[in-house]
């Protein structure tokens, strides 16, 4: 046996131990592990609960919404130390909270998600006590002249902003050498189901929050997988909507192409209780005056368990790949092609992307990020009240960055930022244009819409380690939902930083794919084949926050 053959097989005898003693001691010690008590009745744990079972303890007045806020809280602060999740709580929070409680106590409620303390990514701007930094020095202090239009549309829908989670510096866009979930202002965010979990990124804090109930649900961004693959690594329903869909004003940008904000959540219907109170039009982003729709889906009302009958999948075979770390997931996704089937789905088989390969090896989807962030990032630092730091463009960012010990530079390169610095040209030029209609026809023709179109499919499906590359491009919707775990005996595989990316017990999703606007429908699916196997409950995580709403205001 090979040295790291021999390492791989202690450590994974140590996370055995730690598995077993966390689950047993964290999960179960208050309560049988699917429930609580509040005020004598029963009622989920935190980590089970949904929108409408805290709905209804706050209308039966089991609970308030400031005891929502102090719960959530202890729960954050119980492990915070640990998974680094959260870069800061809103100290206006239970402030909120009351004034909320008290609309309600005088008879107005502004819909399900009133008083319901909700967590949002770092990136997502606010005009209040809460610092606005994609986890980096170089915007801390920055203030901003309004909330961002997604933070505005939870106000108002009466939901309690918690606190800023962490995630992959910059969204993931500065360093070719980082670990996702790592930022100079929070930290290394680890996930919560092996011990120095890979959290996936770029919304690693948000993930990693909802999937262990720090909040209802959480708001992630994603240009290309940062939704989707954080979701699913940490066993969670996320939507990934059509760019347009949901607003990107004042949230800190990398494309305007391609940005896109969207719930993570523990049950599909609870992330279309989110979309449904942050999707809609913002005069302040002109991309979601594209939105069809003169008055938006019902995308509660589309989760349906039937969804999946007489409706035609097609799976895009010559996107996924084989390795030894990914025949776990290959056999679940063919159980979950039998539940489809089962549901009264139709499969169809290789309905590949026609243009597959040449995207993978063409540069255009470098180039329209690059050329994008160079515009949209002075746009984004040009709206700041106060900019203490006096960085007014990705120059000034990068040169901050080179100085701030904070920083880690240059042990975490800056290569992205070089590499567009370099380029030339930004989004106004001819060169940004040819790059962006090669982008198109990737993921229009030759991708995702081309195989709806050419083999009559309702949407495709693909594991979710597959799914957010050719969907990114064209601003096209992606939901992934739980499909699965990695078996007990998984070798481990770590990042070279150390992180866990694989082993026993971390979880891995299942994607549907669908043309732009067809959120309604892809959320259907999703609930369809969530109801029907309810993956997400067969693991556990190892590392799980005690506190329940019966410590607040009694068992």
């Known amino acids: 046996m090979t040295s790291s053959a021999i390492l791989s097989k202690l450590l994974y005898m140590l996370i055995s131990v730690l598995l077993f003693g966390q689950i047993v001691g964290k999960i179960c010690q208050k309560a049988s592990c699917s429930g609580t008590t509040v005020k004598g009745k029963p009622f989920p744990s935190l980590i089970d609960v949904t ?5 209804s303890g706050l209308k039966k007045g089991l609970f308030t919404s400031v005891d929502l806020v102090k719960v ?14 959260v870069e800061e709580i809103n100290p206006d929070a239970l402030g909120i909270a009351a004034e909320l409680d008290a609309e309600r106590e005088a008879g107005n409620s502004r819909g399900p998600l009133h008083g319901i303390p909700i967590l949002i990514k770092a990136n997502i701007g606010t005009s209040d006590k809460m ?3 994609a986890g980096s020095f170089a915007l801390y202090g920055a203030t901003l002249p309004r909330d961002s239009g997604i933070a505005a549309k939870l106000r108002a829908a009466g939901v309690v902003i918690l606190g800023k989670t962490n995630l992959s510096q910059w969204a993931n866009y500065r360093s070719s050498n980082t670990s996702n ?3 100079a202002y929070g930290g290394q965010t680890f996930g919560a189901y092996i011990p120095q979990q890979d959290p996936s990124g770029s919304s690693s804090g948000s993930a990693v929050s909802s999937s262990i109930g720090l909040a209802l649900a959480a708001l992630g961004t994603e240009t290309s997988g940062s939704i989707l693959s954080p979701s699913q690594q940490n066993n969670l329903v996320g939507i990934k909507p059509t760019v347009g869909l949901t607003s990107r004003a004042l949230v800190i940008p990398i494309s305007e192409h391609q940005d896109t904000v969207g719930p993570m959540a523990r049950s599909v219907k609870d992330a279309a209780y989110v979309l449904q109170a942050i ?3 913002d005069p302040n982003d002109n991309y979601t005056s594209a939105i069809p729709f003169h008055k938006l889906p019902n995308y509660v009302k589309a989760c349906d368990k039937s969804a999946l009958k007489g409706k035609r999948f097609g799976i895009p075979r010559n996107v996924i790949t084989s390795s030894n770390s990914t025949l776990p997931v290959l056999a679940a996704f063919t159980s979950a092609i039998a539940t489809i089937k089962a549901a009264g789905g139709t499969i169809v088989e290789n309905t590949n992307f026609t243009a597959y390969a040449a995207f993978r090896r063409s540069n255009a989807s470098n ?3 690059e050329a994008d962030f160079l515009v949209d990032l002075v746009k984004y630092l040009n709206e700041l009240s106060t900019n203490p730091n006096n960085v007014y463009d990705l120059a000034d960012v990068s040169n901050f960055t080179h100085q701030f010990p904070q920083e880690d530079y240059p042990d975490r390169n800056t290569a992205i930022w070089d590499g567009a610095l370099a380029l030339g040209f930004n989004n106004t030029s001819a060169q940004f244009a040819a790059a962006y209609q090669q982008n198109l026809a990737f993921g229009g023709p030759g ?5 709806l179109a050419n083999y009559s499919l309702d949407a495709l499906i693909l594991p979710t380690a597959f799914s957010p590359g050719v969907p990114a491009i064209v601003g096209s919707p992606v939901v992934t939902v739980p499909m699965g775990f990695y078996p007990a005996n998984q070798t481990v595989v770590t990042t070279s930083r150390g992180l866990v990316s694989s082993g026993p017990n971390v979880p891995f999703g299942l994607s549907f794919l669908g043309a ?5 429908d892809l959320i259907g699916y999703a609930y369809a084949y969530e109801q029907r196997t309810m993956v997400r409950n067969k693991v556990q995580p190892y590392l799980v926050p005690n506190t329940e709403l019966g410590e607040v205001v009694g068992y």
């Open 181 to 183: 979930g790592w930022s």
């Open 279 to 281: 999707a809609g039009k």
């Open 367 to 369: 180039i329209v990020l």
């Open 516 to 520: 732009k606007w067809s959120e309604a």
């Open 72 to 85: 959530y809280t202890d729960r954050i602060n119980e492990v915070n130390s640990t998974l680094h999740m």
């Open 51 to 55: 929108l409408e079972d805290l709905d």
């Open 131 to 133: 610092s606005t930094t």
């Open 447 to 451: 991708g995702v819409f081309g195989a």
